[in-house]
């Protein structure tokens, strides 16, 4: 067992290396070394075989040499390069060290754009009665002359219950179009700049007459289309937008297609949105209603003025009612707008027009409606209706259909009578 | 004896750094590697065939293995474990083309070949001589495959996983060839 332990000791210790007698005697065997020639057999066989490689890396040496002519070229156009890009960095930068005083500005006209916004809130929707029947002659005449110049609009008369229900609704949008603000500073939404500085084709006179009257014309036409009418005379009269006769370059916002188109909810609002578009989408909806609650805000207009001109019109309304209650062939087509049926625009009107008729202003939605209304009927019954207005008493009423009606069947033969009207 | 004169960088270069050197086309690099290494290989090539000329084909036939993958060579690899290797499966090639293996009296004759270094004292020499032809004769007695293990270790260096790279056997299985030749050894040396 010793000497098994002591054999397993010296095998370990042979492992380890470590000096043994064995290793000693094996070191003291013959060392045998390969002789000269098989040395130069294996060096010359070793130097051949690099030889062609050695005459390459010569090759490439001299190659090397001739490399520094070009290379200083190379550098120095690299320099050039790098110098240049820094240059032009340190100009960017600079640039952008004068931006902050521009950005400041532009946040401080966010913030003005926001405030107004979150205060827009209007307390007197709520309190709006259900929406009557399209207001008749009195609203007509006692609008024209409140109406304000330009289309930035008191809140709407008529579709007040909706706005009611939906008022929490466009408080959100309008605190979430208040955030777009602060986000995005595009002309489209600075609309608190001056009429001036915004380009021609955004000006409200432009678009007023650029827009509305082509769309009024298109919302009659879709109108005697509806009916079955003679759509083909007035389609091709009205596929072409015609300038508006002695009104070039200035708006007249009193002007009778201005009015058929406001009736008829066809027309663009004051931002180029068009209406039934935005109707039919209900984000963009929601996008005009905050819109044109920013723009009343702008306007600074007070909430008393818009609830007094709102129970004005209502009151307009009610005084009209009998006398659309009297005509039964009138009174169908308010009914099929409460039916929601878009049929003709004078349906599609109220449903659709508390966004446009916001922005249009005050200047007599019920009347126009009833303008509206009578654009439908055949010229006969359109003559019959405007004898009624003449008797009535409302004899500007009775001019703006005469006139609507010159330009929409002008092959028609006016009466004698009425002929003459002036 | 070939000498030569490697420059005193040489001296301190690796073997792969040597190696890589001569890769690139260096022949000087190549000679240092060589002075280092021209003595074990031989001398494990000798123990292994047992016969000079057979020793002599290998170390040259070795060498020029060498030389030729000279490009291909990748330092993860010792460079003397590389060496070895090759010159182990060459030494493996000619034992399988020669077999039957050579007789004692070939033995004899390489063992006479061999140089014997000069004692220092008369009476030593002959037990010197003695111990020595002892030990000869019981290399010469082992399997081939505790032979190589044995000087790998022995004349080379090599640690247990290096012989076993080299000869392509497990560790454990070097470690049961080593214990082996050392007791055979150490019982030729007990007669």
Same mark, same amino acid.
């Given at each position: 067992?010793?000497?098994?332990?002591?054999?397993?000791?010296?095998?370990?210790?042979?492992?380890?290396?470590?000096?043994?007698?064995?290793?000693?005697?094996?070191?003291?065997?013959?060392?045998?070394?390969?002789? +000269?020639?098989?040395?130069?057999?294996?060096?010359?066989?070793?130097?051949?075989?690099?030889?062609?490689?050695?005459?390459?890396?010569?090759?490439?040496?001299?190659?090397?040499?001739?490399?520094?002519?070009?290379?200083?070229? #190379?550098?120095?156009?690299?320099?050039?390069?790098?110098?240049?890009?820094?240059?032009?960095?340190?100009?960017?930068? &600079?640039?952008?060290?004068?931006?902050?005083?521009?950005?400041?500005? !532009?946040?401080?006209?966010?913030?003005?754009?926001?405030?107004?916004?979150?205060?827009?809130?209007?307390?007197?929707?709520?309190?709006?009665?259900?929406?009557?029947?399209?207001?008749?002659?009195?609203?007509?005449?006692?609008?024209?002359?409140?109406?304000?110049?330009?289309?930035?609009?008191?809140?709407?008369?008529?579709?007040?219950?909706?706005?009611?229900?939906?008022?929490?609704?466009?408080?959100?949008?309008?605190?979430?179009?208040?955030?777009?603000?602060?986000?995005? %500073?595009?002309?489209?939404?600075?609309?608190? +700049?001056?009429?001036?500085?915004?380009?021609?084709?955004?000006?409200?006179?432009?678009?007023?007459?650029?827009?509305?009257?082509? #769309?009024?014309?298109?919302?009659?036409?879709?109108?005697?289309?509806?009916?079955?009418?003679?759509?083909?005379? &007035?389609?091709?009269? !009205?596929?072409?937008?015609?300038? &508006?006769?002695?009104?070039?370059?200035?708006?007249?916002?009193?002007?009778?297609?201005?009015?058929?188109?406001?009736?008829?909810?066809?027309?663009?609002?004051?931002?180029?949105?068009?209406?039934?578009?935005?109707?039919?989408?209900?984000?963009?909806?929601?996008?005009?209603?905050?819109?044109?609650?920013?723009?009343?805000?702008?306007?600074?207009?007070?909430?008393?003025?818009?609830?007094?001109? !709102?129970?004005?019109?209502?009151? !307009?309304?009610?005084?009209?009612?009998?006398?659309?209650?009297?005509?039964?062939?009138?009174?169908?087509?308010?009914?099929?707008?409460?039916?929601?049926?878009?049929?003709?625009?004078?349906?599609?009107?109220?449903?659709?027009?508390?966004?446009?008729?916001?922005?249009?202003?005050?200047?007599?939605?019920?009347? %126009?409606?009833?303008?509206?209304?009578?654009?439908?009927?055949?010229?006969?019954?359109?003559?019959?209706?405007?004898?009624? #207005?003449?008797?009535?008493?409302?004899?500007?009423?009775? *001019?703006?259909?005469? +006139?609507?009606?010159?330009?929409?069947?002008?092959?028609?033969?006016?009466?004698?009578?009425?002929?003459? *009207?002036? | 004896?070939?000498?030569?004169?490697?420059?005193?960088?040489?001296?301190?270069?690796?073997?792969?750094?040597?190696?890589?050197?001569?890769?690139? =086309?260096?022949?000087?690099?190549?000679?240092?590697?060589?002075? @280092?290494?021209?003595?074990?290989?031989?001398?494990?090539?000798? @123990?292994?065939?047992?016969?000079?000329?057979?020793?002599?084909?290998?170390?040259?036939?070795?060498?020029? @293995?060498?030389?030729?993958?000279?490009?291909?060579?990748?330092?993860?690899?010792?460079?003397?474990?590389?060496?070895?290797?090759?010159?182990?499966?060459?030494?493996?090639?000619?034992?399988?083309?020669?077999?039957?293996?050579? =007789?004692?009296?070939?033995?004899?004759?390489?063992?006479?070949?061999?140089?014997?270094?000069?004692?220092?004292?008369?009476?030593?020499?002959?037990?010197?001589?003695?111990?020595?032809?002892?030990?000869?004769?019981?290399?010469?007695?082992?399997?081939?495959?505790?032979?190589?293990?044995?000087?790998?270790?022995?004349?080379?260096?090599?640690?247990?996983?290096?012989?076993?790279?080299?000869?392509?056997?497990?560790?454990?299985?070097?470690?049961?060839?080593?214990?082996?030749?050392?007791?055979?050894? @150490?019982?030729?040396?007990?007669?």
């Amino acid at each position: 067992m010793t000497q098994r332990n002591h054999h397993e000791r010296e095998f370990e210790a042979f492992l380890a290396g470590e000096e043994s007698e064995l290793a000693r005697l094996y070191r003291r065997l013959p060392q045998s070394e390969p002789d +000269a020639k098989l040395d130069a057999a294996v060096l010359a066989l070793a130097r051949a075989a690099v030889e062609p490689q050695r005459v390459n890396a010569l090759r490439h040496a001299n190659v090397r040499h001739r490399r520094p002519v070009w290379l200083v070229a #190379l550098s120095s156009a690299a320099g050039v390069v790098l110098a240049t890009g820094i240059a032009w960095q340190m100009r960017n930068g &600079f640039n952008e060290s004068a931006a902050p005083a521009l950005r400041e500005s !532009a946040s401080a006209r966010t913030e003005l754009d926001v405030i107004p916004i979150s205060a827009i809130v209007p307390p007197a929707e709520p309190a709006a009665p259900p929406a009557p029947p399209p207001a008749e002659a009195p609203a007509v005449a006692a609008t024209p002359a409140a109406a304000p110049p330009t289309m930035a609009a008191p809140p709407p008369a008529k579709p007040m219950p909706m706005q009611a229900k939906t008022a929490p609704h466009r408080r959100e949008v309008e605190l979430a179009a208040g955030a777009d603000a602060k986000k995005d %500073s595009s002309p489209r939404m600075d609309e608190a +700049a001056p009429a001036d500085a915004l380009p021609p084709e955004r000006t409200v006179a432009t678009t007023a007459q650029t827009s509305a009257e082509p #769309l009024a014309r298109e919302g009659l036409a879709d109108a005697e289309r509806s009916r079955g009418g003679t759509v083909d005379k &007035f389609a091709a009269e !009205a596929a072409q937008p015609r300038p &508006f006769p002695g009104a070039a370059g200035v708006p007249d916002y009193n002007s009778v297609e201005r009015k058929a188109a406001i009736a008829s909810g066809s027309r663009r609002d004051d931002y180029g949105v068009d209406v039934d578009a935005a109707s039919a989408d209900p984000l963009a909806k929601q996008e005009q209603r905050a819109r044109v609650a920013r723009s009343a805000a702008k306007e600074k207009r007070p909430a008393e003025e818009a609830m007094a001109r !709102a129970q004005s019109a209502r009151e !307009a309304e009610r005084q009209s009612a009998p006398q659309i209650a009297a005509a039964p062939d009138r009174s169908a087509i308010p009914a099929a707008a409460a039916t929601a049926n878009a049929a003709t625009p004078a349906a599609v009107a109220p449903a659709t027009s508390a966004a446009p008729a916001a922005a249009a202003g005050t200047i007599g939605n019920a009347a %126009s409606a009833e303008l509206q209304r009578n654009a439908t009927l055949p010229p006969d019954e359109w003559i019959k209706r405007i004898r009624e #207005l003449l008797r009535e008493e409302r004899r500007a009423d009775a *001019l703006e259909n005469l +006139a609507l009606l010159r330009r929409k069947h002008p092959a028609y033969v006016i009466p004698g009578d009425l002929r003459e *009207l002036r | 004896m070939y000498r030569l004169t490697c420059r005193p960088m040489r001296a301190e270069s690796t073997d792969e750094e040597l190696m890589l050197a001569y890769g690139r =086309g260096d022949a000087h690099a190549f000679e240092a590697l060589y002075t @280092r290494h021209r003595g074990t290989l031989y001398r494990f090539l000798l @123990r292994h065939c047992r016969e000079r000329a057979s020793a002599d084909e290998l170390f040259q036939e070795t060498w020029s @293995r060498v030389i030729v993958a000279r490009e291909r060579y990748r330092p993860e690899a010792k460079f003397t474990t590389w060496l070895l290797q090759i010159a182990h499966n060459l030494a493996i090639d000619l034992m399988r083309r020669n077999r039957p293996q050579a =007789g004692p009296e070939e033995t004899e004759l390489v063992f006479r070949q061999l140089d014997a270094p000069e004692a220092e004292r008369p009476e030593r020499v002959l037990s010197e001589f003695e111990q020595r032809r002892r030990l000869q004769r019981a290399l010469e007695d082992l399997p081939d495959e505790q032979r190589n293990a044995f000087v790998l270790r022995m004349e080379n260096g090599l640690g247990l996983d290096e012989i076993a790279e080299v000869t392509g056997a497990g560790q454990e299985t070097v470690k049961s060839r080593l214990r082996y030749a050392f007791a055979k050894i @150490r019982a030729r040396f007990a007669e």
